[in-house]
């Protein structure tokens, strides 16, 4: 499979408004669409920098499943930190979701967000604020 990259970059040098980067819109929401994934291209980041980022994530993904558990927070809607494999349920209706090659139930995917800006003082959702 062959994954769209979406370039980065066009988003930090031209106008929101520009045809470019109305296009790489298009093109990052057609591949979450049918993939559920995509390639980001950054400029800023090098490659050793993202070599390592990788070798971090392959490492924290292949510890074993009674590792990775002691991470997983449900109280926060699995929002912050893992989320194991066949855990998650689709919650889009079925002709809203993204292609489904092999046709499962639960999101098959073992994986981790992060925060990525400072906690907002009040949220939408009690277990957050």
Known sequence: MDLPIIDLDLFLTQPHDSLEVKAECQKAAKALITYGALILHDSR???????????????????????????????????????????????????????????????????????MVEKPPVTGFDCLS
Do not use: G, M
């Not at 499943?65 to 929002?79: A, F, I, N, V, W």
């Not at 993204?98 to 098959?108: C, M």
């Open 45 to 115: 980041v090098s490659e050793s920098d993202n070599a390592s980022f990788l070798d971090l994530l392959e490492d924290y993904f292949a510890q074993p499943e009674e590792d990775l558990k002691r991470d997983e927070r449900p109280e926060l809607s699995y929002q912050i930190s893992v989320t194991l494999e066949n855990t998650e349920k689709p919650k889009l209706a079925p002709d809203q979701r993204p292609l489904d090659i092999t046709a499962h139930d639960p999101d098959p995917k073992c994986r981790f967000f992060w925060k």
